[in-house]
């Protein structure tokens, strides 16, 4: 049984939703190719939550807004790969298709509330749009479901609050608004780009109470894309680690927290600080992440490595299944990092 294979097996019970196979997305620059995600492949069942950390810069938001078929074309290119939702191919699909796969089947909140708004329209109208266009009410009863929605939540005053643009609600509102929007019509997946960023820790938790909550009772998978890595061991079943482009490790959360595989992802652990324990310095990992225009020979993490050897520095290694784990790990030196 292959890597991947055993992974799914190992922490995935539910119908498979969401396929993403090989992707490779580019930008045809006047700087040049830019190498935005490399040969990436995840998969998705239903009721799982599945992670994707890394630095900024690393390809996290591109790979799902590739799967949204909201990437700027041109520049943006899919170069290879495929993209299916319960069967059906995205890559390349006609507009038709894909609004009927946008909000009822797939949805996203986006990392930017401020800009995924309209500033000419009021937030309880543009919620309310979203039970006009696809589930047929009338103007009284989709508001009327806005506001449900604004209070579930925890938007207060929420009859007034519709009301208002989105300039006069506070960041860490705006961002519940678009929580609110993406559920309305309760999305078989919901693709989460950093949803709890301008949220303060007591909303955070609720934000996320509020997910899994609606994921036990419908089972929606989660794709979650956060630099938290707190969050990340509170509800993820499945982790995937990615740096420049690429997916360097893949596995169960449980694996990851335990026993990290990859260099670079020993480096995150490492960056976290410890509330148990005695008190330590911090570390970080030295350097800074490559350009996706111009990166480097063989494995692009090799010169922030402190594990390198030569052959890292000229051949890219290919993804190999973990030593008493399930998962994949992008590294020569996978199961020898001492």
């Not at 939702?85 to 909140?109: D, S």
């Not at 992802?265 to 310095?281: D, K, Q």
Request: proline share 6%.
């Amino acid at each position: 049984m292959a890597a991947a294979d055993q992974t799914r097996a190992a922490v995935t019970e539910g119908d498979l939703l969401l396929e993403v196979d090989d992707l490779t997305v580019e930008f045809h620059t006047d700087d040049g190719i830019v190498h935005a995600v490399s040969n990436m492949s995840w998969d998705l069942h239903a009721g799982e939550t599945m992670a994707i950390l890394g630095e900024s810069g690393s390809g996290k938001s591109v790979s799902v807004q590739a799967v949204m078929n909201l990437l700027p074309t041109p520049p943006a290119v899919i170069a290879g790969g495929s993209i299916r939702y319960r069967g059906t191919e995205l890559v390349g699909a006609e507009a038709k298709t894909m609004q009927k796969i946008r909000g009822p089947e797939i949805a996203m909140i986006f990392q930017d509330p401020l800009s995924a708004l309209n500033p000419v329209y009021r937030v309880g109208w543009q919620i309310a749009e979203m039970f006009r266009m696809h589930s047929g009410l009338s103007k009284s009863q989709a508001r009327a479901r806005a506001v449900e929605l604004m209070d579930m939540v925890g938007i207060p005053n929420p009859k007034e609050r519709a009301s208002q643009f989105p300039h006069q609600f506070s960041g860490g509102m705006r961002q519940r608004a678009m929580i609110a929007m993406a559920l309305a019509l309760e999305p078989k997946v919901l693709i989460a780009d950093e949803p709890t960023t301008a949220l303060d820790v007591t909303v955070q938790a609720q934000i996320m109470d509020l997910l899994q909550r609606i994921q036990k009772e419908t089972q929606m998978g989660l794709v979650l894309i956060t630099h938290d890595l707190g969050v990340v061991a509170s509800v993820a079943d499945r982790v995937v680690v990615m740096y420049a482009g690429r997916a360097v490790e893949t596995g169960s959360a449980e694996d990851f927290y335990a026993d990290p595989a990859h260099p670079y992802s020993r480096g995150l652990m490492a960056s976290v600080p410890r509330i148990a324990g005695p008190l330590e310095r911090l570390q970080s990992i030295e350097g800074t992440p490559p350009s996706v225009i111009n990166l480097p020979s063989g494995c692009a993490f090799h010169p922030r490595c402190p594990f390198v050897v030569d052959r890292c520095v000229t051949d890219r290694p290919e993804s190999s299944a973990i030593a008493a784990h399930v998962g994949t790990s992008a590294c020569h030196r996978t199961g020898d990092l001492s």
